[in-house]
């Protein structure tokens, strides 16, 4: 039988040890947007405590209680984009299986359209529509490094190619 | 100015608080590796007890302390699969770069040969060599899901489209 011990519980992670040996982050659910215009994929840059960097990454973002993940979708294209579109989940995944239970659930946003959110006020985003082999290149040269991005751009590559 | 305070120091992970309001999880980094063989690519079964399930997944693991990443690799592809081979770094990404550090080397295996490892004790594996179809429809319908998987069949897809 499993053991577990509560280390520590907080905001968005908590963790555990289980049989007094196995460290296990728990932390909530996120979601990652491909959205497409014109042949363009939209990327947010963003500073990222985690790694001390500004990246560039596609929208994405926490669920929060009570969400599913097409309405956090819908809700973190609007606030980091004022957008709105058709959204299509297309992928999901865990970030890191080996310690932490994060899914990302990854959806294409077409069709988009004007809609304006309120962003987080902690968040300074700046957007910007790249053209496909400018996210490869990114991908290649060390620019482009989040899980969610990098898979967005080889899906993307794999629909054009 | 960055205020930082630390929560919890373990084996693999650390839990900071910066600014009184962020939770970073700091963990140590890890290697990927997409091992090819005629026309195969392997694939290890293992419990992950993060998500309480068993998983699909290519080799993986932490990359000790004063180890190389290509280091880190060949130990992990003798370790897990009793393998050795022609190693190359393709990408590097962070799995989740809003809340962890967590950087993933990605390398390809090839020109494999036996080389026999000495398993972790706590590590129960099985070794599949799978189809490319099989790795694409495990994508799809859930069965694969970690992210350096999912970033390994799309990558290979490309290659091979």
């Not at 990222?48 to 209680?65: K, M, Q, S, V, Y």
Request: some cysteine.
């Amino acid at each position: 039988m499993t053991t577990t011990e509560t280390l520590y519980t907080g905001k968005i992670v908590s963790l555990e040890l289980q049989d007094s040996r196995w460290e296990i982050v728990r932390h909530a659910s996120a979601v990652a947007i491909v959205a497409l215009k014109e042949g363009k994929i939209l990327l947010v840059k963003q500073l990222r405590r985690a790694i001390n960097a500004h990246t560039l990454e596609i929208p994405a973002g926490l669920i929060d209680p009570g969400e599913t993940p097409l309405e956090a979708a819908q809700r973190e294209l609007s606030e980091e984009c004022n957008l709105g579109g058709s959204l299509e989940l297309i992928s999901r995944y865990i970030a890191s299986p080996g310690f932490c239970d994060e899914e990302i659930f990854l959806f294409t946003a077409t069709h988009l359209y004007e809609n304006p959110g309120t962003p987080d006020e902690d968040e300074d985003i700046e957007v910007l529509w790249l053209e496909p082999k400018t996210v490869l290149e990114g991908m290649k040269n060390g620019e482009i490094v989040g899980s969610s991005t990098t898979i967005a751009g080889c899906l993307w590559a794999l629909t054009l190619g």
